[in-house]
């Protein structure tokens, strides 16, 4: 007589078993993916010359300049871009060749997620040599005059130029990208210190 013993508790053990395995190798899998994107920073700087101060006087801000930086896991160094006024166009730096006091902002991991990285950095990339927008500086500068600021700045229009001031660039790749930093105002008009109060940011320590 042959005796037909069945164990539906081991198989049910086996089963959970595996879906346990499949989703931690899913989980890995997710992780080492998102080790190997690219930190993505906002660098904002400090004034270092008289006009500089000036300009952060007149706009009762903190900072006179910003720059998005980049770094592939692979590389040693940020590259910064950023709408320089005094060459006139968007340029790329490495960080440890600038020598401009600033603070780091890091962007948080689910913001991370949502930006198209490819695009970002093909966006970077094309916009080396383009004209620095000195028309922009003016209107963003007239439109953040602290006396009418907090009733001009948020029903200020969109100004379109070919240049771009350093805020407004900053701001525009990172929205073409995938994420906004500032969606209640327009780039035209926005400071270096608007973006340090975007919430995608960490703030720095």
């Not at 995938?178 to 400071?191: E, H, K, N, T």
Request: with cysteine; charged share 30%; proline share 7%.
């Amino acid at each position: 007589m042959r005796l037909n013993l069945r164990f539906p508790k081991v198989a049910v053990f086996k089963s959970r078993l595996l879906r346990k395995t499949a989703a931690y190798l899913v989980k890995v899998s997710d992780k080492k993916d998102e080790d190997q994107k690219p930190e993505i920073f906002l660098y904002l700087f400090y004034p270092k010359t008289l006009r500089h101060h000036i300009g952060t006087f007149y706009l009762q801000s903190p900072y006179i300049h910003a720059g998005i930086g980049i770094k592939d896991p692979k590389d040693k160094d940020v590259t910064v871009y950023h709408a320089s006024m005094i060459q006139g166009r968007i340029i790329k730096n490495k960080l440890s060749k600038m020598d401009w006091k600033h603070d780091v902002f890091e962007l948080k991991d689910r913001y991370r997620n949502r930006i198209d990285v490819q695009k970002l950095k093909k966006l970077l990339e094309q916009s080396v040599g383009k004209p620095y927008g000195y028309s922009q500086f003016v209107y963003a500068a007239l439109t953040n005059f602290p006396l009418w600021r907090p009733l001009v700045k948020p029903i200020a229009a969109e100004v379109e130029t070919e240049g771009k001031q350093c805020a407004q660039f900053v701001k525009d790749v990172l929205e073409e990208s995938g994420v906004d930093p500032l969606p209640q105002y327009a780039s035209s008009v926005i400071l270096p210190e608007d973006l340090a109060k975007s919430p995608i940011w960490k703030r720095p320590s």
